[in-house]
């Protein structure tokens, strides 16, 4: 089985979330997308990311009606900090009967040769990257290579901080969230 990883703190899951996720899982040779819920960094202020297992409950009532779209925790139970490229090796070694590729926006693109192990990673999976509203200029030389797969995803505008922001200031973000990670969100009274 082919899977997409969908990477984020997902603070919370929004529709924008959705759509890449659906879109992808429909339009490529991805058979399932795997929403890989980050765990909050230890080493890092919390402010306004929620609990871990919050979180994750909120992408499980978001994909509960969308059958190739799955949460992961997978990142929970490894040691912190992590890499990606860990979270690859660890997946291949629990799964081995299946064959996984990255999700990304553009905008991380431009930063991936940042990232540890950025050329196994790239040698070794796929990489498809969706469309984001970005201030980089040009493309970079990493788009050419043969395991990039540039993806006509709708470009959506939808931020997790928007979100919070607009909560804190008492305004509905119904119609920006699913409605099952809405629900659990309003009646755990979070962000306000």
Do not use: C
């Not at 997902?10 to 980050?38: K, R």
């Not at 999700?103 to 940042?114: A, C, P, Q, R, T």
């Not at 999976?125 to 990493?142: D, W």
């Not at 509905?172 to 309003?186: C, I």
């Amino acid at each position: 089985m082919r899977v997409g990883l969908f990477f984020g703190t997902f603070n919370p899951v929004h529709q924008g979330h959705l759509i890449i996720g659906n879109h992808l899982v429909e339009n490529t040779d991805l058979d399932q997308v795997w929403f890989v819920v980050t765990p909050h960094n230890p080493h890092k202020k919390k402010s306004t990311l929620l609990d871990d297992y919050q979180r994750l409950e909120m992408v499980h009532r978001a994909l509960e009606s969308y059958p190739k779209l799955r949460p992961n925790d997978i990142e929970f139970k490894m040691a912190q900090p992590n890499y990606t490229v860990q979270t690859l090796l660890t997946l291949e070694e629990k799964y081995p009967e299946h064959e996984f590729s990255l999700i990304m926006g553009e905008d991380n693109l431009v930063s991936f040769h940042k990232w540890k192990n950025y050329t196994y990673i790239l040698e070794h999976h796929h990489i498809y990257v969706y469309p984001r509203l970005t201030n980089s200029k040009g493309e970079p030389a990493i788009v050419q290579h043969p395991n990039i797969k540039m993806t006509a995803a709708p470009m959506v505008n939808i931020s997790a901080t928007f979100i919070r922001d607009q909560i804190k200031s008492g305004k509905s973000v119904r119609a920006l969230m699913p409605a099952e990670a809405w629900q659990y969100l309003d009646e755990m009274n979070f962000y306000k």
